[in-house]
């Protein structure tokens, strides 16, 4: 592994973090390359993996919000996004990204399991990241995340994430900008965050997007499950991107998971902030989840106790 730790000067350790719940931009090397993340907050450590075509800073406020629940997070930019250079290593697959973020963790002295959440993208790298590197999560919040393999269903028909061509995805995401003053907030993010993205590095926007198009993870997923190990899934119903069916999918192969269902797109995190932390704090409550879930004894997986039915929240 071709890695240099950070400095004093340059990265918080592992112990210590910026008191402020704005996100502190720093840089290190990871694989030999360059790596952009953010950093806040004292406690517990969440580590939040954003979706694709955005990078950290597309979060920030959503990521405030969170830190003021009482953690501390890290949300590097994934490779190819943000200032984070590509992956050295091919193919490009999540897997290779789940071990990027692995070695990511490993350069900032991160050695305990923490509490990973995903949105989008991100969530089918934390899921890989927690089956291949088991020692490295306590636990899961999936955000509007991929990973499950059914795209769309009626009656008896279903039609899998293979069979999706690459045309729906566009035909769907203005439908995520809407209504206009969710549009408002949303669209000045990816004019900012996801169009320096592609002309940094055309190649790497592109070939991150076919890899989440076709991405099943149930196989993981029902591993995960048979670990016991805690997972809450979070959806908007009013996404398109990921699809009601692979929300209800991913919950199956879970076996009953904690699965809360927000007023939303699929960016609702962007677009509503304060939502956000709403829900974090109130129904996920992410702070005492990653308490718990740092007890000494977390390596011992127990299997998780019956979670509430899925319930709606504004």
Same mark, same amino acid.
């Given at each position: 592994? $071709? ?35 953010? !950093? ?32 501390? +997070? ?29 070695? *990511? ?15 989008? *993208? ?7 990241? &927690? ?9 899961? +919040?999936? =955000? ?21 061509? #690459? ?19 949303? #669209? ?10 592609? #002309?940094?590095?055309?190649?790497? *926007? ?17 591993? #995960? ?6 997972? =809450? +899934? ?7 991107? =990921?699809?009601?069916?692979? *929300?209800?999918?991913?919950?199956? !192969? ?5 699965? =809360? ?10 677009? $509503?902030? $304060? ?11 992410? &702070? ?20 509430? &039915? ?5």
């Amino acid at each position: 592994m $071709d890695t240099v730790k950070p400095s004093e000067a340059n990265a918080p350790s592992a112990t210590q973090a910026p008191p402020s719940s704005r996100l502190e931009w720093l840089e290190i090397s990871v694989q030999g390359r360059p790596c952009v993340y953010g !950093v806040a907050g004292n406690g517990p450590t969440v580590l939040f993996l954003h979706g694709w075509g955005l990078d950290h800073r597309a979060y920030k406020r959503a990521l405030r919000r969170l830190v003021d629940s009482g953690v501390r +997070v890290l949300a590097p930019a994934l490779p190819g996004f943000g200032g984070t250079d590509r992956l050295s290593t091919t193919p490009y697959t999540i897997e290779t990204i789940a071990t990027w973020v692995a070695e *990511f963790l490993d350069v900032l002295g991160t050695n305990a399991p923490v509490l990973v959440m995903g949105h989008s *993208f991100g969530g089918g790298v934390a899921i890989v990241l &927690a089956h291949e590197h088991p020692e490295k999560v306590s636990g899961l +919040v999936l =955000v509007n995340s991929i990973g499950a393999s059914t795209w769309s269903g009626s009656g008896s028909k279903i039609k899998s994430m293979a069979q999706r061509p #690459l045309w729906d995805w566009g035909l769907h995401f203005p439908g995520d900008l809407w209504p206009i003053g969710q549009a408002r907030r949303v #669209l000045p993010v990816i004019t900012q965050e996801a169009i320096p993205n592609l #002309l940094r590095d055309p190649l790497s *926007f592109w070939r991150i997007a076919g890899v989440a198009r076709r991405a099943d993870l149930t196989a993981e997923l029902q591993d #995960l499950n048979d670990r016991g190990l805690p997972v =809450v +899934v979070l959806w908007g119903n009013r996404d398109k991107i =990921v699809t009601r069916e692979a *929300f209800e999918e991913m919950c199956r !192969v879970l076996g009953d998971p904690k699965a =809360v269902t927000v007023q939303g797109t699929h960016a609702w995190l962007i677009a $509503d902030p $304060d939502a956000f932390g709403e829900v974090m704090t109130n129904v996920v409550d992410v &702070a005492a989840l990653a308490r718990s879930l740092a007890a000494p004894a977390r390596h011992e997986r127990r299997r998780r106790p019956a979670h509430d &039915a899925t319930s709606d929240t504004a």
